[in-house]
């Protein structure tokens, strides 16, 4: 699902809106955040990205958090 169950802290909103944004794909959300055993601050939340190209978008990731290879 492209929008969550629950709802997401402003900040995290934020986030994921902007490097869907960043990397020109949609976001899809499953797992707890999808449940009622969603607990906001402590539960994790499971992203699901689909791409052509797996390497360009790892790239594209590695940017947007700066981390190294």
């Not at 499971?46 to 947007?64: A, P």
């Amino acid at each position: 699902m492209e929008t969550t169950k629950n709802e997401l802290p402003q900040n995290v909103k934020d986030f994921f809106y902007h490097l869907s944004d960043y990397l020109d794909t949609k976001l899809l959300y499953f797992g707890s955040v999808q449940r009622s055993d969603y607990v906001p601050g402590k539960s994790d939340i499971d992203v699901d990205v689909f791409t052509e190209n797996e390497y360009s978008l790892m790239t594209k990731m590695q940017h947007f958090l700066h981390v190294s290879k």
